[in-house]
T-cell receptor, first 117, second 115 residues
Framework: GAVVSQHPSRVICKSGTSVKIECRSL??????MFWYRQFPKQSLMLMAT?????????EQGVEKDKFLINHASLTLSTLTVTSAHPEDSSFYIC?????????????FGPGTRLTVT | QQQVKQSPQSLIVQKGGISIINCAYE??????FPWYQQFPGKGPALLIA?????SEKKEGRFTISFNKSAKQFSLHIMDSQPGDSATYFC??????????????FGKGTHLIIQP
């Protein structure tokens, strides 16, 4: 149980284009999902909190107009990187929050490797 | 975000030995402390998590020790195996709305188990 998927797993795009990444909770509903970014050999940095049916909350320093987040249903959140540039190349990982047996946990997706050329 | 300090940065342990990774935090509002294991090119996988109302939690070969007064917690991997070779992250968050908030991660520990 508690499986989270991401699509695509890898994407290469040209500078100036937009890319959409999907995050799905497959066997549970998640009112809250999170988006993280991880640069090579570095830690994960929280970008934003995505709540179903409401606007996302962005961390300080994350451009909300560049990283558009939509949480349209209890099992799907999307991250759109608009007007992508090479410095946006990174590993983007989502997590979904759920409560199992009285304990709350975050389960992560497999990540999406974005390369902007 | 408040920082979570993790050490060591890298660790080499012989097969069958005990791997110990330490973390310290600053924000006393943190109320949830998970450990994640990550293999190259993959997302982090939850190993074990603890809340500050207990001082220790054990699941199989993995144990979290928690010291609230010192604001420190550690992961112990007993009988370490080559398959445990991975990067380990500690994390912390506050709790609201029935669940843990966005996580603040440590910088990670690259663990190598030598056969």
């Amino acid at each position: 149980g508690a499986v989270v998927s991401q699509h695509p797993s890898r994407v290469i795009c040209k500078s100036g284009t937009s890319v959409k990444i999907e995050c799905r909770s497959l066997d549970f509903q998640a009112t809250t999902m999170f988006w993280y970014r991880q640069f090579p050999k570095q830690s994960l940095m929280l970008m934003a909190t995505s709540n179903e049916g409401s606007k996302a909350t962005y961390e300080q320093g994350v451009e909300k107009d560049k990283f558009l987040i939509n949480h349209a249903s209890l099992t799907l959140s999307t991250l759109t990187v608009t007007s992508a540039h090479p410095e946006d190349s990174s590993f983007y990982i989502c997590s979904a929050r759920t409560r199992l047996a009285g304990a709350y946990e975050q389960y992560f997706g497999p990540g999406t490797r974005l390369t902007v050329t | 975000q408040q920082q979570v300090k993790q050490s060591p940065q890298s660790l080499i342990v012989q097969k069958g030995g005990i791997s110990i990774i330490n973390c310290a935090y600053e924000n006393t509002a943190f109320d949830y402390f998970p450990w994640y294991q990550q293999f190259p090119g993959k997302g982090p996988a939850l190993l074990i998590a603890i809340r500050p109302d207990v001082s220790e939690k054990k699941e199989g070969r993995f144990t979290i020790s928690f010291n609230k007064s010192a604001k420190q917690f550690s992961l112990h991997i007993m009988d370490s195996q080559p398959g445990d070779s991975a990067t380990y992250f500690c994390a912390a968050s506050t709790v609201s709305g029935g669940g843990a908030d966005g996580l603040t991660f440590g910088k990670g520990t690259h663990l190598i188990i030598q056969p």
